[in-house]
């Protein structure tokens, strides 16, 4: 699983330095349950860079979907922060 991993973020990595000018404005979007820990947990990921976060919460109220849109330097700036948000529990990167 490990080495799926990697090689899922050197693919990103390519399509994103292929796709883009860097830097550009991404928008990073995520599912994880409504639990206010793990949403200041993904906030605070953020808190580094402007970013500009909205959140949305499920009709059952379990989830939140978080969007969170910044200009980021490089590809490699996005791949930190999806790796810094895959060890949130339960988090779901789109």
Known sequence: ????????????????????????IYKFKFILKSDSLNINNL????????ANI???LSSSKNFT?????AK?????????K???ASEIEGIISL
Do not use: C, G
């Open 43 to 50: 906030i605070n990921i953020f808190n580094d860079i402007d």
């Open 65 to 69: 979907s978080i969007t969170i849109t």
């Open 72 to 80: 980021m330097k490089s590809a490699n700036e996005v791949i930190k």
């Open 1 to 24: 699983m490990l080495n799926d991993n990697k090689d899922f973020y050197k693919r990103l990595e390519k399509q994103l330095t292929v796709s883009l000018d860097w830097p550009s």
């Open 82 to 84: 999806y790796k810094l």
């Open 54 to 56: 909205s959140s949305n």
